[in-house]
DNA sequence: TTTT
DNA sequence: TTTT
């Protein structure tokens, strides 16, 4: 279909250590049980209310899934961008069974941890982890870059910000 | 837990009309069956590929759910924002069933039309809609602000659940 | 115009204790000055590399400026959803400048606080804070709900605007 | 810093054809004016009132900035995902001056065309544009793919799936 | 400057 | 089941 988006955005906490599976390809992949919850005043009876909701999250991406396997534990705080994607299986009975899940695959996809360094000891490790996305391209605007992705250009043309605000 | 976030961002099409059911307490709930695409080429075999992902969108907001009576049908082309929420039930034969929705309830929902004059034909009914969100204060920085809008509606109906996933 | 979005999401820090200034109504508006970095690892110069981006944001909303003002301090980290907006203002010497500015207003922001009371200790809370919204009626799918949230104050203080860029 | 995110998601129409730009290696930059608009209806007056955004928007990605300007032109609806940046400059005076832009570069950007066979003149070309985004990989989670980035990997573990929802 |  |  042209034109259409699809995008999940969590902040939630992993409710057991990453599940690290490998792949036949000898890639990985990486499950994640994350939770996220919201608590409200009931409005009837006026007492605090919470609902804790489970996402089960599939990370695909070999970066991200890398990064999960090195900094992520039980606890650990995460933000996650990623889509939603429904897949149908079968139980063991043969029964079809659906399961929708955030998938991190391809360039759309982010995870960072939030939590600062490691998430709990504050130590600071050194080294610790900073937030990982699909790439290292991240980049400025300033900086070479011609292998395809490449970005941050340097200007031929120079008036083009000489009429801003447009 | 503190500080967690819950958010879907869809554009897609409606695959059908609304479905508009009415609960007890005389509100109104609204299942729409959104379709996201992608497509993109096979990196072994150079052919183009497609998928289709169908996402099922529950409306509980009292605007959104009138929007989406009034204006939207089958084949609209809609912006979507709301929380992922996984609902268990059972099937006739007692069988546990889990679906997850893209729900639209409360401050942090959207939705918009993003197809002008009707979805194409444009022969319309004259009005068309433009967009709509959850109360009439979306305002600008003037104003004053006494009587805004009302969401979460109560309602009791069974029915409702009985047929997922659609 | 039909079918517009115009959102933001930061997660960031605070660079300073949020500026709280009280309008003419009573009301209050909260600036936040947030930081969001990144990294990467230069392809040419294969050095790392940081930016940093400083984003100036206002919360007219009446619910969310009393959680940035109660809880919020320099060092926060944040999660943030707001508009994007423009302002045209003089200077003292009558020169237009032009501030834009990431905007809580109305229904559809969102502030949460994402350092739980440290960062990874689990002891006592203390009270604190664990994430605000636009009005209490963020709720699971049954309660009732006549009193929903206010926003959009007047206000009138000429003040505010001084000051920027910050 | 740790853990940051800096997104910006627009919904909106151009308000002139994308502005090209060569550089010096070779690339282009497209910047583009996309309006958003919201109408609400004041609560005072009641009168309806309407507030239009205008976002400068800076495309430095490669197949993106290519996508601009072969599809986009005056009057285009889009979805824009990018970054917000600010740039210092001096006007011809030596004066500062600031300009807040929506960046997309990198990985994390999307711009999708939403209006389906042109804008609205429907004259069409055959072939249209069917959104695009950072790379060809968007991939389902069948197929090959063994280069950087690649995704979408046969199981070795057929368990996976077993337990869910977990 | 767009769009409805 | 949509859309291109």
Same mark, same amino acid.
């Given at each position: 279909m042209a034109g259409s988006v699809n995008k999940v955005i969590l902040v939630g906490n992993l409710g057991a250590d990453p599940d690290v599976r490998s792949m036949s390809n000898g890639g990985k992949v990486v499950n994640l049980s994350v939770a996220t919850s919201e608590r409200w005043k009931? +409005? &009837?009876?006026?007492e605090q209310r919470e609902r804790t909701e489970w996402h089960r999250v599939v990370i695909f991406s070999e970066g991200l899934a890398r990064v999960a396997e090195s900094y992520l534990k039980k606890g650990s705080k995460v933000y996650i961008e990623g889509q939603l994607q429904t897949r149908k299986w079968q139980d063991q009975s043969g029964q079809d069974k659906y399961s929708t899940e955030v998938v991190l695959q391809g360039f759309n996809s982010n995870l960072t941890l939030? *939590?600062? +360094?490691?998430? @709990?000891?504050?130590?600071?490790?050194?080294?610790?982890? $900073?937030g990982a996305r699909q790439? *290292? &391209?991240? @980049?400025? $605007?300033?900086g070479g870059g011609q292998r395809p992705?490449? &970005?941050?250009p340097a200007f031929e043309s120079g008036g083009m910000d000489d009429d801003i605000p447009f």
């Open positions: 009931d +409005r &009837n009876s006026g939030l *939590d600062g +360094r490691g998430d @709990g000891d504050s130590s600071g490790d050194g080294g610790g982890f $900073r790439g *290292d &391209n991240a @980049g400025g $605007r300033s992705a490449a &970005n941050a």
